[in-house]
């Protein structure tokens, strides 16, 4: 349908992922995997309630679970290609 933009999602470019890319990659060199490009970082971070003050429901916070954040991001000057 005329007027409508269509954007697609953005692939990185390595040697696993040509396949997926919508143009002809980019000239320079292509890291062979994905696992090269991504930066993975794990971090917990425990409740911040005091232990000796109840909350509302009456409990402590001697019972909270920490919290697990995983975060996956691409290196710095990862080349990319999509098509709109």
């Known amino acids: 349908m005329s007027g409508k933009l269509v954007v697609s999602k953005v692939i990185p470019v390595t040697a696993d992922t040509l396949h997926l890319l919508p143009t002809a990659p980019p000239d320079g060199p292509i890291p062979g995997s994905v696992h090269t490009i991504l930066g993975q970082e794990s971090t917990s971070h ?3 309630l ?3 003050d ?3 429901d009456g409990e402590t916070g001697e019972e909270f679970s920490p919290i697990r954040l995983d975060t996956e991001t691409l290196n ?3 080349r990319l290609s ?3």
Request: proline share 13%.
């Open 50 to 52: 005091p232990d000796a």
């Open 46 to 48: 425990s409740n911040d």
């Open 76 to 78: 710095a000057g990862t």
């Open 54 to 56: 109840p909350t509302v």
């Open 82 to 84: 999509g098509q709109v």
